[in-house]
């Protein structure tokens, strides 16, 4: 990974980034590193966000094991009941 001062940026800075890797451009400065992983962080700081949006949207989350329990049902139950019409 080489990190460069924003100053610094030149055609051979892209040059070498489109050779080795890809050009990430922050206000601060420049961070030359593979197209793969800068996806990967972005994609992963973008579901982090989402996944946070989410929660607070909806609350209090709860796991359906906690449900059964306090409803006092199995999944047997929820599999005999059949399918279900919503109208």
Do not use: H
């Not at 609350?59 to 919503?86: N, P, S, Y």
């Amino acid at each position: 990974m080489q990190a460069v001062a924003i100053n610094d940026i030149s055609a051979e800075v892209f040059e070498n980034a489109r050779k080795n890797g890809a050009v990430a451009i922050t206000g601060t400065g420049c961070v030359i590193i593979p197209w793969e992983t800068y996806a990967e962080i972005t994609e992963d700081a973008e579901l982090g966000r989402l996944i946070e949006e989410r929660e607070a949207r909806q609350g209090k989350r709860f796991m359906l094991e906690e449900v059964e329990k306090e409803l006092g049902i199995t999944q047997e139950d929820i599999e005999a009941a059949g399918e279900v019409e919503f109208v």
